[in-house]
């Protein structure tokens, strides 16, 4: 975490530089809510938090910390931003702030953020979806089922439709990778896949707009995905693993603005 | 995002249900502080925020957006969280909330929570790690410079003295897989390595208390990540990729309550 300390959030944990001289700085401490988020984060690593469990009210929190409410406020939403803690409204029974199982959203949000930011490159971020998806498909051709396989299948025939928008096509597309992810069986890598495809939904969606022959290009995407489908469906993870990374190369190629990986 | 719509946080953009039948429950709306979340997320998204901009003053911001100040300093925290803004204390030229490109110790602390929390099985973590660390000891041995083969020959030094802690052998361990990672070039793959590994940091180490001939166990790590970095130094990938998969495998099998991947 970065270091914030909080000059009119100032509790009983923090600390005022009480001498003029220029070489006595301010002790640097963690803020408020960043000491909230450390106590919680130190329950949930040491197993005494679980999943499903409920966080103590919020104003009996800030006494037991001794920090103000507004200061567990924020750690708490910092935490449902990580999709670690989720509150539900009310003040009956089922009210309050519990522990959850939320990563895939977080993730996701966080990943299209830095993406839009430039913080990573796009062309790392197309390598490590070629690296991440080959994996995948590689898995899924191991491990599909049935289920996974009608799924996939499902999609295909979406972005086949003569008539789909190129916006639908994205859609179907950016699922259509994901699934593939579900598929291997690993929920981490799936989250991960999902959320690298979808950071470059926005860039992927403005080159297509921006391609003047696009019933080539989809023609192509098209016969693409059914041969990784194929290469899945039949069991073979090396072929899987090679028509994965071919069609990623090609496709980011054929659009404009997109790198090459 | 999750939706959390806050009884106490009524601003003008929130709605009370007026009526006491039963069927008419509150609309469901994004919160405030989500609602200015979002506000900030299409501002980075169209490119109108970039990092090292200041966002405007947190009184202005609830102005603006018609919020609390409250609601506003909820969701800077929030996106603090995610390493996307950076709030830098004092009153002077300098003082703010700006936009931040701080994404790995954000992305360690997120997956550090969820693997705690099993929402990700501890098996599914160590599957993903061989995966996306077979390529990056691939990439480094493509793209490896004399700095970072002199900062792993570095940290197997540290590892190589006889006298070293299982704690400070654990550190050097996760220090030297992450610089493989970063040796690849790809930031977004190092950050991802680095949170892995860094999200195993605290079972690992756990395990590392449990071994009862810490001796042979040290040595036989010490000589497998010495085989890593000979095929990255020679330039050997596919070795590289090779000898990776078959360190983790074996060291998970090796360590107790640790799962074989």
């Not at 005022?16 to 690593?45: G, K």
């Not at 008539?163 to 593939?180: G, K, L, P």
């Amino acid at each position: 975490m970065v270091d914030t300390p909080n000059a009119d959030e100032v509790g009983p944990l923090s600390v005022r530089a009480a001498c003029a001289d220029a070489a006595w700085r301010p002790v640097t401490r963690a803020s408020t809510h960043e000491l909230v988020i450390d106590a919680i984060e130190d329950q949930i690593m040491s197993g005494t938090l679980t999943v499903g469990d409920l966080l103590p009210p919020e104003r009996e929190l800030a006494a037991r910390l001794q920090v103000s409410r507004a200061g567990v406020r924020e750690a708490i939403r910092v935490l449902e931003g990580h999709g670690v803690l989720r509150s539900d409204v009310g003040s009956g029974r089922g009210a309050g702030t519990f522990v959850a199982a939320l990563p895939s959203a977080a993730l996701e949000r966080f990943l299209r953020l830095h993406v839009a930011l430039s913080n990573f490159r796009i062309q790392e971020v197309v390598e490590a979806r070629i690296m991440l998806e080959q994996a995948s498909a590689a898995l899924a051709a191991e491990r599909a089922d049935a289920d996974a396989l009608a799924e996939l299948e499902r999609l295909l025939a979406v972005m086949d439709d003569p008539e789909v928008s190129r916006e639908a096509f994205n859609d179907a597309d950016t699922a259509f990778h994901v699934a593939i992810a579900r598929a291997g069986g690993n929920s981490l890598f799936s989250d991960m896949t999902g959320a690298i495809r979808g950071s470059l939904r926005v860039p992927i969606l403005a080159a297509f707009t921006k391609v003047t022959d696009w019933e080539t290009m989809v023609q192509s995407l098209r016969a693409q995905h059914r041969g990784i489908l194929e290469a899945i469906s039949s069991g073979q993870p090396e072929e899987a693993r090679r028509r994965t990374a071919e069609h990623i190369r090609s496709a980011s190629a054929a659009l404009p603005d997109m790198p090459e990986a």
